[in-house]
C-alpha cells in the first residue's frame, strides 16, 4: 500500500485573491500484479502532538492488519518516533502500547516482526542499551502462532507430541480464506532441536496436493518413509506462491521454517516375559544319539 497528499486550491469565499489550500491525505493498496485494489480517504488531520518539522510520514502494513502511520525527527542525541495505528476502514487512531513519542537511539531502529510486534532500539548511554518488544493490536482477531495470518489451523496441529506415525497419512493446511494451488512446493523436515542439524524427508509441489473444505484446505499425502524415525522433531514449510488467493489470483505468503513443528512417539521395545525351566539329568542315559552327531 502507499499513502498519497493531495492538495486542493480554493479561492476564499470573501476573497477571490486568497488561495486556501485543503490538505487530504489518502491510502491506496495494490495486489502485487500492480492492480489498485482499493481507495480509501484517511483523517484531513493528522495526529495531534506531531511537530511542524515532520517531512515524511512512512506507512507499513501489520501482519494481523491495519497499517502504522509513522514519523521520525532527530536531534544531537536522540530520535524521536511517532507510530499511529489505523484499521482499514476508520479514520483515527486506535489506542495501543505505546504513546507518541518515543525516543530512540541515534540510528532510529524500529522493526515490525512476523508475529505482530514491534521492536524498537531506545536511546543509549555511555554503557547501556536497551530495546523494547511491544504487542501490536490484533486487528483481524486471529491466531498469529504461524506467524502468518492467512493460516487457520493445520493438521498435525502446531507443537503436537507423541504423534502416531500408523495414522498419519497425510497433512494439511486450511487457510482463512479460499485459495488455489500454485506452484511452490510444501517440505517435511526432520531436525535436532539441540544441535539444529536437519533433513529434508519430503517435498511436494503443489500441484500434486489436494484442496477441498470449499477450497480453503489444502491436503498432502505423507510417504510411508518420511516420518519413520520415532521420536524425533518434525517441522513443515511451504514456500511463497505455494498458493493464491482465489478471488484476487494473488500469491499467499509462505510459512517459514521451524514454526509448524511436532514429534512423533518414541517405539517402545517389547520383550517376551520371562520363563522358568527345569533339566534333569539322570545315570543310565543312552549317549549314542550324540556321539553320532560327531
Not at 112 to 126: C, D, G, K, R, Y
Not at 130 to 137: A, C, E
Amino acid at each position: 500500500m502507499c499513502t498519497m497528499t493531495i492538495i486542493q486550491s480554493v479561492q476564499s469565499e470573501d476573497n477571490s485573491d486568497i488561495i486556501i489550500d485543503n490538505i487530504f491525505y489518502v491510502k491506496v493498496t495494490f495486489l502485487s500484479s500492480g492492480s489498485a485494489l482499493g481507495f480509501t480517504t484517511l483523517n484531513q488531520n493528522l495526529p495531534q502532538g506531531v511537530p511542524e518539522n515532520v517531512e515524511q510520514w512512512i506507512i507499513k502494513p501489520l501482519p494481523c492488519g491495519g497499517y502504522m502511520l509513522s514519523a521520525y525527527t532527530s536531534n544531537a542525541t536522540d530520535v524521536l518516533f511517532y507510530g499511529y495505528i489505523f484499521n482499514e476502514t476508520s479514520q483515527y487512531s486506535i489506542p495501543w502500547e505505546l504513546s507518541s513519542p518515543v525516543h530512540l537511539n541515534i540510528a532510529g531502529v524500529t522493526t515490525i516482526l512476523p508475529n505482530n510486534s514491534m521492536i524498537l532500539a531506545l536511546n543509549e548511554t555511555v554503557d547501556t542499551w536497551r530495546l523494547l518488544i511491544v504487542d501490536l493490536p490484533n486487528l483481524l482477531n486471529v491466531s498469529y502462532v504461524y506467524s502468518n495470518p492467512a493460516i487457520d489451523s493445520t493438521y498435525p496441529s502446531i507443537n503436537n507430541s507423541m504423534l502416531d506415525t500408523s495414522s498419519l497419512l497425510y497433512l494439511s493446511v486450511t487457510f482463512r480464506n479460499s485459495v488455489e494451488l500454485s506452484s511452490g512446493k510444501i517440505s517435511i523436515y526432520q531436525f535436532d532441536p539441540v544441535t539444529g542439524e536437519q533433513n529434508l524427508r519430503q517435498s511436494t509441489p503443489a500441484s500434486l496436493c489436494t484442496i477441498i473444505n470449499n477450497d480453503m484446505t489444502v491436503n498432502v499425502d505423507v510417504l510411508p518413509s518420511t516420518f519413520s524415525v520415532p521420536g524425533a522433531s518434525y517441522y513443515v514449510m511451504f514456500d511463497n506462491n505455494f498458493v493464491m488467493n482465489y478471488a484476487y489470483k494473488e500469491p499467499i505468503i509462505g510459512l517459514r521454517d521451524r514454526i509448524w513443528t511436532f514429534s512423533t512417539a518414541p517405539k517402545e521395545d517389547i520383550f517376551s516375559a520371562s520363563a522358568s525351566g527345569l533339566l534333569r539329568l539322570t545315570v543310565n542315559v543312552d549317549c549314542q544319539p550324540m556321539e553320532n552327531l560327531k
